[in-house]
């Protein structure tokens, strides 16, 4: 179970090979070793995340997981929890995609659906199934802060996050009763492998950075913290922005 102090002894990393997720995973490991179980599709890059993380003398597993094999992400959860309990999972997974192709393109839109919606459901009840039974644990749920306001220039990942992001903000509620704590991050522009080549965005940041920010959402029980924390201010401003002037701003 997680300490008094908010440490926890095991930790679910749905996405293995995220960047962000890994950078929680060590901002965690950084206190003590932990139990540790990468979720993600075998390859190099999973390799590479294990072995860095067992360097931090964690116990590490791995566990084959495609977003995309949405009738295998239950099968997957029980065979992270069956070595034992977990006491946060991280869902980390997810595609930014070529806004210009999704809103043109049938199967570039569905696919990202899939992962960036559909699997996070999927995923976040049988997790949810999961604390449950065991009795306690904290879940995170990356989404973004594009998902509060849809942006033309990328309106269809936005669109996905804000599915996402409203389905684990009523999976919160549902789970409060069981003592599950269920903490949404909303980061910004993070400087990632995924958003390599892009203009970076005003307030962007590091995945070193938001793994503070989960770190402190996990271990003070928030339920909703933006990444960096001044976004929280910027979108609240952006919502209220007419339309007509919102579709004339630079973003």
Sequence with gaps: MIDAVGNPQSI????????????????????RPMRVVLAARPGPRLDAARTGIEALGCAVETVEFDARAVETHSDVVRKAFAGGDIDVAIVAFGLLGDNEKAWTDVDTAVDLAQVNYTAAVSTG???????????HGSLVAISSVAGERARRSNFVYGSTKAGMDAFYTGLTEALRPS?????????????????????????????????????????????????PAPYRYVMSALRHVPRPIFRKLPI
């Design 125 to 135: 009840v049988a997790l949810g199934e999961r604390f449950t039974a065991q009795g």
């Design 179 to 227: 003592g599950i704590t269920v903490s949404i991050v909303r980061p910004g522009f993070v400087h990632t492998k995924m958003t390599e080549g892009l203009d970076p965005a005003p307030l962007s940041t590091t995945p070193e950075a938001v793994a503070d920010v989960i770190v402190d959402a996990v271990r003070k029980q928030k339920e909703l913290v933006w990444a």
């Design 12 to 31: 679910l990393l749905l996405g293995g090979t995220s960047e962000i997720g890994l950078a929680t995973v060590r901002a965690f490991a950084a206190d």
